[in-house]
T-cell receptor, first 113, second 114 residues
């Protein structure tokens, strides 16, 4: 089966740095996405990794180690608006054609003053 | 550019009733998807389509049917709604689903089955 694990909840302080981890065991791997989802809203794209290493985009960075089945999302200079759920999703080949995403259950991040 | 839109935004059904959820995208995307999102379960793929006239089953297809008669529209049908189908339904689309081609999500439909 497909297994994607993330912590359920995390709390951090405004201005701090937080790392959200994701481990995966899937049949097939064509990359890993991170999405942000505010309460009552749709997920929005944050990052994509397919090669090992760190991808940096402003205050957000994402890291991938394919050999360890591990990724993390790093958020710097936390702001109150970063309070949201962060979804890890693995891109896998699909028997019906193309690829499809398998999502983790998400990590609810709460940023406090 | 409206992106991905979903109709309706919210609906209450009685057990056994039927309904159709409509998803529309104006980005000329080939791929479209229907997910459901439940607390503690994450997003789960119901059905998807890799092009007009094609559909395929996802992880949790039972109790749902889909159709993709036009490239821009993807319909999700519930023939006989059950309380277990109470959920938030998200539609998404993508140009393809390959390197760096992300999925774009609609705003969601909240369905309550009594």
């Amino acid at each position: 089966g497909q297994n994607i694990d993330q912590p359920t909840e995390m709390t951090a302080t405004e201005g701090a740095i937080v790392q959200i981890n994701c481990t995966y065991q899937t049949s097939g791997f064509n990359g890993l996405f991170w999405y942000q989802q505010h309460a009552g809203e749709a997920p929005t794209f944050l990052s994509y990794n397919v090669l090992d290493g760190l991808e940096e985009k402003g205050r957000f960075s994402s890291f991938l180690s394919r050999s360890k089945g591990y990724s993390y999302l790093l958020l710097k200079e936390l702001q109150m608006k970063d309070s949201a759920s962060y979804l890890c999703a693995v891109l896998r080949p699909s028997t019906g054609g193309g690829n499809k995403l398998t999502f983790g259950t998400g990590t609810q991040l709460k940023v406090e003053l | 550019n409206a992106g991905v839109t979903q109709t309706p935004k919210f609906r209450v059904l009685k057990t056994g009733q039927s309904m159709t959820l409509l998803c529309a995208q104006d980005m000329n995307h080939e791929y479209m998807y229907w997910y459901r999102q439940d607390p503690g379960m994450g997003l789960r793929l119901i059905h998807y389509s890799v092009g007009e006239g094609t559909t395929a089953k996802g992880e949790v297809p039972d109790g749902y049917n889909v159709s993709r008669l036009k490239k821009q529209n993807f319909l999700l049908g519930l023939e006989s709604a059950a309380p277990s189908q109470t959920s938030v339904y998200f539609c998404a689309s993508s140009r393809v689903l390959a390197r760096k081609e992300t999925q774009y999500f609609g705003p969601g439909t909240r369905l309550l089955v009594l």
